[in-house]
């Protein structure tokens, strides 16, 4: 199929959607006040979204003052004056009032937004309101140092239909002498005062990217981050705070945001003498410098926060729905995402155009719609340790070039995909012989390798110049639909000494900014070109890489029962649109654990779906339930990739730190931790749904408890199939129920076995 027909395929369903959905925004936009509005008497900006508002004020020293962040309040409120901000009483030592973006001096002893020094040595910042300007949705508030040249302009972007607030700030030199910015964070988010906070929030490594994590917080300060220059493995840019035991998949008030920046960065969540929490975060100040020079700007990422009355679950649809809008790159946003093949654990660096071309017919044949060839294609690429920086096929396994096999799979009717990785270099290719010094380095210092690998040093201009031309070469000289750019390696020995002494600690952010700069102006140039954001699996996903690349190559890791875990935890940040899973061959590379196919398929197709096991290998039954399962997969994608997504029963294996491994700690769900996993999408008019069933392993011959289905409409009748490629063991019947039955009594599955799962179509019925 082409793509083009791909689209129109899932445009009936949509359009019809998206009427539904403009109705529903529409009656709420009618009845709400203003996005932002600024209550002259009481000095006093005010953004309300659908459920919850944010507001500032300022103090009598003219300094910008945070007055409410939470549910919506009445408008009297406000009006009468009688709201004032919450004091500091921690009594002793510290400002007694909470600025909305605080810049470190005075007695401000907790985290600070900024941190900046003047050319005179004065490293102490005074913040003053000076103006203020609305634009329909959107606020900013320009500060200035009551002596320094020295402008913050505060911007915030209200999002009232997903009860979310966009911050950032653009740091202003208008003076004669450079200002040395020491800390530059995108936002402080200051909490209602409750009783105790939990932060949520996810970590993990490599292979086991996005696990879902809970602390409680106290007196002190937690913080995750990254000081990879990328978004890291370890830790992604997410946060959300409940007040301890109060908050659950799908009850509670839950305050939560997501950063968009893809290199070293940081959340700090910080709990005050007094019990109050602020949480602040940005580009991360470790190592960081910048050096302002007269005239200069510099701009921070962007901070999205919101708050949700409806738990974690209320929470995560909010971002995913924010993100399909708002952050996903157009056109692409609204288009569904083809089914992959890609054919990396197939044949790893072993390629030939003919063996290439055997796989895409395969792919083809079981519906495959984009073929993508990964590493290994290009230069002296015959295994890890050759040929990265020289992007140019391979003599040896494409003397003629992409084309043929380009060619080939347009003509079967699949679009045509690549694998890169642009930011790096083997020393053994001809790119470093030539250029030894374009590398991160530290003169007297060893070069650490990674997987063999150096970091081209992207905050030199004519090293990012050169790579935005090759690439731009390669996507003008080949008709490719698709890159996955990836990042095997992070920054070590970050020197830049080309640089004025001032300016090498800029490379941090000038690398990331050139990463994102390139993607900007190859998408501008090539507009049809999808992307996918790799870094060896799921180091670099955040809502900054999410602006210019489409989707995610979520773990390297797929396994399905530890993908169940990755999947879980990346959906508590992110859409699941963007999440890439394949299919691979059993035993999986991390666990060698062997998994029915239907498990495996259930698994991947809860997001973009995608297959990468050796083709060539699969018996004919494999193949008949894969056709299965892409034609099944092709008729749910618009529930997938664009309904609301329910965590019904999360696997919400917590790891508390120092609390062991956390298996048997209750999940979020409130179930699930008995190896019974289930998850729902639902179509934004209610009028359909998927359920995907999990079931680690039987015990004890015990029936299994019934999956309550959530987010349909009650008084609706609904037909509820169970959806098999064969007839054997059917784990349901088919039924009609009212809403209220399937989301009050539930549905009972029968699931025996290991790693038994099943897919369960929903159906509102018309009326009679
Ligand atoms: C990384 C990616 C894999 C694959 C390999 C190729 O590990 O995550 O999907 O592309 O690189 O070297």
Redesign the pocket.
Known sequence: MKHRDLVHSTSATLARWVVASLGLLLCCRLSAQPAVQFLEKQKVWLLTAAHSQYALTTNREGELVHLWWGPRLPAADFESGALAPVANRTGWGENPQYLEFPGWGEWRYLEPALKASFADGVRDLRLRVAAHQIDGERLTLTLKDAHYPFVVELRYRALPQFDLVERSAVLKNTGGQPIKLEQALSAVWHLPHLQSWTMTYLAGKWGAETQLRQVNLDQGKFQIESRHGATSHQFNPWFAVSEAGRAGEDHGEVWFGALGWSGSWKIAAEVNAAGRLQVAGGIHDFDFAWQLKPGESFETPVFVGGFSAEGFGGASRQLHAYQLAEVLPKPQAAQPRPIIY?S?YATTFNISVNQQIELAKKAKDLGVELFVI??GWFGKRDN?RAGLGDWTPSKTKFPQGLKPLIEAVHGLGMQFGV?VEPEMVNPDSDLYRAHPDWVFHFPNRPRTEQRHQLMLNFARPDVAAHISGVLDALLTENAIDFI?W?M?RHITEPGWMEAPPAQQQEMWVRHARAVYDILDRLRAKHPRVLWES?S??GGRADLGILRRTDQV?TS?NTDPLDRLLIQDGYTYAYAPKTQVAWVTDNPDGINRRDTPLRFRFHCAMMGTLGVGGNLLKWSSEEEAQTKWFLAEYKQIRPLVQEGRLYRLRSPGRFVVPGAGSGFGVPPLGGSGNDGFWAYSYVSPDRSSAVLFAFLRSSELGNDLPAIRLRGLKPEARYRVEARQPDKANPPLGTQTLSGTALMERGLALRLRGDYASALVRVQEEPMR
């Open positions: 890609n990396w990964d590493d890890d694998w996955k990836d095997n790799c060896g699996g190559w390297d």
